[in-house]
């Protein structure tokens, strides 16, 4: 199956005969079974089948092997959103005195996260921008994940994972990549070297800004070293699956990161556009960035910053990487000033003001005063995040209207 197939048959609902076209909803917390021992069996993972929804759900299960399928990973695991999967990730492999390798230009919730996480003995080493050099010159022999975001948000720089791939895997430590914002629709990026991929799937995979989830895809393909990583060690006999072993097992079971039923649905919906969404939000994003350029030009804004703007430092790794080359449907508007910034983002009448991304509609921000309200100056520059700067995820407007609102709203 190729990529549009696979979003609409792959890792079907075999369990209901009603015909129906879409998986059904299981909103059960529990399942019944006809004696003490099966029940038992399922507990012991012995024989197939639900116990508890914390623990597994047929609904949550479907869009877990769906994704898994997507992505070619081996297993995935889906959990109640995108930070909780991140999390999930980083627990279940780190413990106390680890190391993590991160790039700095982290969407906010992450750097909180990385911060909590020190006070678990965990640290994080950040580097300005993740090139294989930057990478190798921090690794030593406490570093055990380096995690990165394929186009960083909201500083929107592209990491070339086949060169960071190459480093990872040399030191034999998993690279772990957070997708969100480039969706499998543009890259696969097991295909390139990943060892863990995340999304928050409240974005682009639910597609319509309508519910909170995350998921976590395992390629299958990491070579555990469980003297290096004795966290895994209990799934030893599981070998390159110890990780999912572990995640479904303990850690995002004993957390309880558990996906709800109805959210799982709400993946499974949205995937099935995602292909075709991807292929328009990304065309408007770039029609868009370039059609501001003209306001770049005349002084009316300072930059516009999009990733496949043929002026753009990554242009050609986003060719490379990136299916047909669409680099995203993100672009970033530095106004001049603070003033300008909110002036421009008040007058726009079809972008609602909202901290999302990844909706049908355009979403936009003033980053600063929002979701890194409460960072440092350190954390502000390494993100990116100027006071003037404006975060766009464009939506499926017609482009004409989406042009001639950022005009009007940027010349008034
Ligand atoms: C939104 C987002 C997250 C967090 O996801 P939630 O579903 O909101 O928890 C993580 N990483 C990136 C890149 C995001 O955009």
Redesign the pocket.
Known sequence: MKFNTKLLHSARDVSDHSGATLPAIHQSSAFAHESSEKLEKVFDNKAPGFAYTRIGNPTVNTFEKRMAEIEGGFGAVACA????A?SMTLLAILKSGDEIISSAAL?G??LDLLTDLEDLGIHTTYVDYVTPESIEAQINANTKAVFT?LIG?PRLDVVDVKAIAEVTKRYNIPLII?A??STPALIRPFEYGANIVIH?A??YISGSGNA???IIIDSGRFAWDFEKYPTLARYKQMGKLAFTAKLKNDTWKNYGACLSPQNAYIGLVGLETLGLRMERLCDNALALAEALQIHVENHEIAEVTYPGLSSSRYKEVSTAQFEKGRAGAILTIKAGSKEKAWSIIDNLKYASVATN?GDVRTLVIHPASTIYGHSTQEQLDCAGVTSDLIRVSVGLEDIEDLIADFTQAIIT
Request: glycine share 16%.
């Open positions: 959103s995108g930070m909780a991140i969407f919730g992450t975001e948000n957070d969100t914002t928050s409240s974005k909170i989830s995350g991304i």
